[in-house]
């Protein structure tokens, strides 16, 4: 619905990203369930999705910039498998929005504090597991 109802309409900038980020939500939260064939194929998707959105341009503290860093994050380490790609692009989502977030007004501060701190506690847990793979099984 997404790509033929929106998509494929004039569609840029805040609002492309905000719908392809969308897509690939979707295609993750179908991979975290799927097997074999299809599997590959929701991963292929999820991921040419989130590098679209990825590659649209928006300012660093974007709440839709800053979601899609942490649900492309997500996408890496819980589907992929690759922890690195996922601490990767959460720290440099987050070191650019840093790098950035006094130059906000309020409420855009406060959009966007709530997805950083999203990061910080991903990137805190998935540090943690890479130098205890065994805490996981010590719950």
């Given at each position: 619905?997404?790509q ?20 690939g ?13 299809n ?5 292929q ?12 341009t ?5 709440p ?17 498998k ?6 990767d692009l959460?720290d440099q ?6 790098d950035k977030?006094?130059?906000l ?9 709530s997805?950083?701190e ?20 010590d719950l």
């Open positions: 619905m997404i033929k109802q929106v998509l494929a309409k004039s569609c840029e900038g805040e609002p492309k990203a905000f719908f392809v980020k969308m897509k939500d979707y295609y993750r939260y179908v991979a975290e369930n799927a097997k074999g064939d599997l590959e194929r929701v991963k998707e999820a991921l040419k999705a989130y590098d679209e959105a990825n590659n649209i928006l300012p660093p503290c974007n839709i910039k800053l979601g899609l860093a942490l649900n492309f994050s997500v996408f890496h380490y819980e589907v992929m690759n922890h690195k790609a996922a601490c959460a989502a987050l070191q650019d929005a840093l977030i006094d130059e007004e309020e409420d855009d501060f406060r959009d966007a504090k997805i950083i999203l990061l910080k506690e991903n990137l805190t847990l998935w540090r943690e597991e890479e130098e205890d793979p065994n805490q996981i099984d």
